[in-house]
């Protein structure tokens, strides 16, 4: 198959049929329904409930507590550590503000890649103590993707730069650079999408091999670092935020430097700790009138505390 395909997939894209709806909660469904559209899935990461709160409220499609929270919120170098039980917690917080994104959890390291009965035990795990409505597994694991889609469980593959994949790839490396790895990888996004695969995130992999097997699927992709040409795309919500501390991969945009407003409120507010201009006095809370009056009289002859005069007296 060449590159340089016209398929009608691509001429769909270019021209896309009208949606007559706008539907309210974002489902396994609907997003296929969004490719059939040429409509694109808006999606990024979140891990607690204030983050989740206001990307719903943004009204994006898919909300994905992804294990990129090993490195952008515990500081780890990789994403092998971190725990089924760690997930858990986080995805908790974030059902808590989802109304109407598809809310899907990212399975960890090792929950999955023993056997397939332990993948299917911790996929229940996300969707039964968290609230999970979809579980993303790493790489071509056809057995698990049928097993969990047995269990009436939506399954979001995810190929190319598959991270918790970082020993064997030497690093994080854009994979999919020949013909024969961009061949390999259609064959996979194919047997996941026949396994029962809801939809596919693409990692880290050329823009031509990104539409290649965009354009050979029913079911979504869903791109980071995988070009335009995917059926929505994906970023880590601490990149596009600014709230992370190494250089960024090419493919981050960066929306907004949340890490330089958070510094200047927090010299601020030294700033004026220090100075005691914070609190004022409209920040402080004070006793009745009558109350501050029988606290004075209890002071006459006191020394060791300090009276309420009129000048440290508020006046209400
Ligand atoms: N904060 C954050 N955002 C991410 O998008 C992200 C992570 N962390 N951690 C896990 C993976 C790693 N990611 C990456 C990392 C590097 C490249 C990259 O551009 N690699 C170059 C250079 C590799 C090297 O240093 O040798 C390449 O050309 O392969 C791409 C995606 C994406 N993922
Ligand atoms: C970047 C996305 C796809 C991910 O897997 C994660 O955030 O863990
Ligand atoms: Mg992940």
Redesign the pocket.
């Known amino acids: 198959m060449s590159l340089t395909t016209f398929t009608p997939r691509q001429a769909e894209r270019e021209s896309p049929p009208v949606s007559t709806k706008a539907p309210t909660k974002v489902t396994t469904t609907s997003l296929q329904e969004k490719k059939r559209l040429g409509q694109p899935i808006t999606a990024v990461t979140a891990y607690d409930y204030a983050s989740a709160r206001i990307i719903d409220e943004a009204g994006l499609d898919l909300i994905l507590v992804g294990d990129?929270l090993a490195?952008?919120m515990q500081g780890q170098p990789n994403?092998l550590a971190i725990t089924m039980d760690e997930m858990l917690l986080y995805t908790r917080g974030v059902r808590r503000a989802v109304r109407h994104a598809l809310l899907v959890a990212d399975m960890p390291f090792g929950s999955y890649h023993a056997t397939p009965a332990d993948g299917v035990a911790n996929a229940i795990r996300f969707i039964k103590e968290a609230g999970a409505e979809a579980v993303k597994i790493e790489g071509p694991r056809i057995e698990l993707v049928k097993q969990l889609t047995q269990a009436e469980i939506p399954v979001v593959g995810h190929l190319g730069?598959t991270?918790q994949s970082v020993h064997r790839m030497g690093?994080?490396?854009?994979q999919g650079k020949t013909i024969a790895a961009i061949d390999a990888l259609r064959e996979d996004a194919l047997s996941l999408e026949a396994a029962g695969c809801c939809a596919i995130v693409l990692?880290?992999i050329p823009r031509e091999a990104a539409r290649l097997i965009t354009d050979a699927l029913d079911i979504p992709t869903i791109g980071?670092?995988a070009g335009p040409d995917c059926d929505g795309q994906i970023l880590?919500l601490?990149?596009m935020l600014s709230l992370?501390f190494s250089p960024a991969?090419?493919f981050?945009r960066r929306y907004a430097d949340l890490g330089a407003v958070m510094r200047d409120a927090l010299t601020e507010y030294k700033r004026d700790v220090t100075a005691r201009t914070f609190p004022s006095e409209a920040e402080s809370y004070h006793l009745p009138h009558e109350a501050r009056l029988l606290l004075a009289t209890l002071h006459v002859g006191n020394e060791e505390s300090t009276p309420l005069t009129k000048e440290h007296a508020p006046s209400i």
């Open positions: 990129s490195m952008v994403t730069l991270p690093g994080f490396k854009v990692e880290g980071i670092g880590v601490h990149d992370t991969a090419k981050v």
